[in-house]
């Protein structure tokens, strides 16, 4: 069993900056891919990234264009997700998610635990 609690949303003018942190709880983080999805008002669950389990293979959706980098540190069980150049269209809840395979993957399916989700605001 694994916990996920993400945190860094809020609010911030178009053009800034955030950085989302996920923790994770127990003492696997390290053999979990991790995946961030995002959900806007009225769409469906959208992949954004994701990184296996030791960093060094990422995956990012189109709409990301070098804007968002995700990394990880297992030693504090914590993935990060540092999204710069914000547009108002990445309004949205941001989740992160745990995936037993070794890679991660693009399919929300796939993941086996999530987050709570935290807001992401963008104002124009």
């Known amino acids: 069993q694994v916990q996920l609690v993400e945190s860094g949303g809020g609010l911030v003018q178009a053009g800034g900056s955030l950085r989302l942190s996920c923790a994770a709880s127990?003492?696997?983080?390290?053999?979990?891919?991790m995946g961030w999805f995002r959900q806007a008002p009225g769409k469906e669950r959208e992949f954004v990234g994701s990184?296996?389990?030791?960093?060094?293979?990422?995956y990012y959706a189109d709409f990301v264009e070098g804007r968002f980098t995700i990394s990880r540190d297992n030693a504090k069980n914590t993935v990060y997700l540092q999204m710069n150049s914000l547009k108002p269209e990445d309004t949205a809840v941001y989740y992160c998610?745990?995936?037993?395979?070794?890679?991660?993957?693009?399919?929300?399916?796939?993941?086996?635990?999530w987050g709570q989700g935290t807001q992401v605001t963008v104002s124009s």
């Open positions: 998610a745990a995936d037993r395979s070794p890679d991660g993957s693009r399919r929300a399916n796939d993941y086996d635990y």
């Open positions: 990184i296996d389990r030791s960093g060094g293979i990422k």
């Open positions: 127990g003492r696997t983080f390290s053999s979990y891919a």
